[in-house]
Each structure stands twice: as C-alpha cells, then as structure tokens.
C-alpha cells in the first residue's frame, strides 16, 4: 500500500533543520504483514531525543530511514499467526521488541532484548528485513515502529493493546517517554511515600519520571533543570522543589534516588553530586557514545552509593503498560500534560529544531483518519 512518512535523507546536516532539511516527508510502499507482524494506521506519534539523536549523528543508522518510534494507533490487519490482536483494536508500539527467547528476556527488564538490539541496528524488525520502499529503492525501519508515517507494519512483539477510552495521544506516549522515565521510577528506583527522589532533565522523559513519583506517593520529589519554563511546568506538575544544576550544586541538595534524563555528561555528573550517601543514582539518558564523565569514585564505596543504567526504564512493555494505563485512568497519572505542541507531519524538522534548542517537552504528531 502507498503511506506518506518521514524519511531521514542525511545524518549531521547542519541546523537549523528547518533550513537544511535532512528529513522530507514522501510517499512510500509499504508491504503487507508476515505471519507475526501488524498493520497499523497511526493515530498520533512523539517527536522524541532518540529521534533527534539519529538526525544529529549521536546515533548512526542506516540510510534512508523512516524515522518514529513512539507512537500509536489502530490495528487494520493482522498476520496469520496473531492470535491475540484484531482489527480496530488501540495499540501503543514499543521500540524495544522481545524475543522472550534469549538470556536478556530472563532478566525480567533489566537488559534490552539481544534479538531486539540486533534488528534495531540493522533497521529491521524482529522477524523480517523490512516492508518499506522508496521508488523501489529500501527505506530502514527505525527501532522496529517507523511511527513518523500515516501507517506502519511492526512485529506482534513490539505493540501492546490498551483499551479505546485511552486517546492516541496518551497512548503513543505510554510506548516511550512514560516506559523511560517511569521504568526508572517503579523498576529500578521503587521509592517508598517518604523517600526524596530527584529528576536531573525535564524533557519528556524526566516529565514522566516526576509524575510517575507522584503517581505512586512519593512527597519529595526535586525537579532539575537550566530551562526556567520547565522549573515552573515541573512546579504545576506537583515537584516539591525546583532547581537549577547550579542551585543544585551550591546549596548541597541530595536526595536517595536521583534519575539522570538528559543524556549529558554534565547532567550525569550534576546527578551523581546530587546523590546521598546510601543513594542511587539511575541514568535514562543516552549521551553521544565518545562522553565522558569525571566521578569521585572513592564516594561510591565511602558512601556506599549505587550507580544503574536503565535503558527504556528497565521495561517490559507488555508487562507495565497496563499498569500505566490503569494509573492514568485513575486520574494519578495525566501524561497528556506533557504535550507541548500538536503538530503536522511536514513540522518534522522543525521539530527537530525546537526538540535540540530545548524549548519542547513532547511535540506530538496528529494523523487524520488513516485508511489502505
């Protein structure tokens, strides 16, 4: 069938994207599903970090690429061996699919998928090359989703359904942001009502993770960030303090668990002080792979201090989206605050642009009624 996305022409194109363009939205082909893959009409998709990090280099895949990998919609069509899944259903596409056959599955969450990473990186899906074209030419796959489009075909592995009361919006961001950031908070941190828990980087991801803490009880929780817009978003959002890095190291703030979502040396760094002896520090953010931090490790065994890397918040998609989806329900959980701006697909790169300067928690796009 012919879909319309948003294909990455060109990493490191110079900014601003709006100017240099490296993204164009086109047609494409795209091919029916396998036996264990999905047709998917998008209803709505976030402009993410992990998006932009393809774009600016930080990340290399290969070219040309559907980018989009948070995202939602509704199924249309389903393979032979997809017993579970019918037409109409709401579905929240994951970009961490699971073989649930390699030793990393056993590990409950705590390490990506080995099948997944592999098909990730090739700019696969988890059991089939690809279904994308371009004028006969092959377009990748982007971590197994390519949500930037109007329709997407995407393994059974990498959709989780959610009920029809959940708005696309809020469902595409259950697949990356709120796994991310709330992962960190329920699975790896798990803070008790009287712990203080801190967010170093309030992008979309440290947004989730601030609610999340609230959503689950925790009183204390301390909002970082050098944007004073997000200080006061945080505010509303129910942090008990804000501060800015610099605040953070000149008043001595610490708090036991620290969630590090800003994918920068420096915030790792400023997240690491800001740990209390005893203290955890978790790191979310995906810094470009030649950083480097400088840490005091003598404090790691004086202070009996924990450091953990927690990619997508430690997450199995099918195991803790429902209970995302349930804490929403309840009111405790109301990530369609996060949501900056509504966009159209032909924004991307500017998008792209506002996403790099800061200046957007979630950009999400909005697709019409999509059908073959």
Not at 252 to 268: D, L
Not at 358 to 369: C, P, S, T
């Amino acid at each position: 069938m012919r879909i319309r996305g948003a294909v990455l022409e060109e990493i490191g194109r110079g900014r601003p994207y709006a100017g240099t363009v490296p993204i164009t939205v086109c047609d494409l082909e795209l091919g029916d599903p396998g036996p264990t893959e999905v047709l998917v009409a998008i209803e709505a998709a976030g402009v993410c970090h992990s998006d932009l990090s393809v774009v600016d280099g930080n990340r290399p895949r290969p070219l040309p690429m559907l980018l989009g990998h948070e995202a939602a919609g509704t199924v249309l069509k389903v393979g032979e061996r997809v017993a579970d899944l019918v037409a109409g259903q709401r579905v929240v596409m994951s970009f961490l699919p699971r073989c649930e056959n390699c030793d990393a599955c056993d590990r409950g969450g705590q390490l990506p998928c080995s099948a997944g990473t592999r098909s990730n990186t090739a700019g696969e899906l988890l059991h089939h090359a690809g279904h994308l074209s371009r004028g006969g030419d092959r377009v990748r796959h982007h971590l197994g989703v390519s949500g930037f489009a109007t329709h997407a075909v995407v393994d059974r592995a990498s959709v989780v359904a959610v009920g029809d009361d959940v708005p696309a919006e809020v469902a595409a961001l259950f697949g990356c942001a709120v796994l991310t950031g709330g992962g960190a908070v329920l699975n790896v941190a798990d803070p008790s009502a009287a712990d203080s828990l801190m967010v170093v980087g309030l992008g979309g991801v440290g947004m989730a993770a601030l609610l999340t803490a609230k959503a689950v009880g925790v009183q204390r929780v301390i909002a970082v960030d050098r944007m004073p817009e997000k200080l006061a978003m945080a505010k509303e959002l129910g942090a008990a303090e804000t501060y800015t890095p610099e605040q953070v190291r000149a008043e001595g703030i610490r708090a036991r668990y620290v969630v590090e979502c800003a994918g920068h040396p420096a915030a790792f760094e400023t997240a690491y002080a800001a740990t209390a002896p005893g203290g955890m520090t978790i790191t979310v953010g995906l810094p470009a792979p030649n950083a480097t931090v400088t840490l005091p490790p003598l404090t790691l065994t004086a202070e009996a201090r924990t450091i953990v890397g927690s990619y997508l918040g430690s997450a199995v998609p099918a195991r803790d989206i429902p209970r995302y989806e349930q804490l929403w329900r309840e009111g405790r959980l109301p990530v369609e605050r996060l949501i900056s701006a509504r966009i159209e697909l032909e924004q991307i790169n500017e998008a792209m642009d506002l996403l790099a300067d800061g200046k957007a928690v979630r950009q999400i796009i909005v697709f019409g009624q999509n059908t073959p």
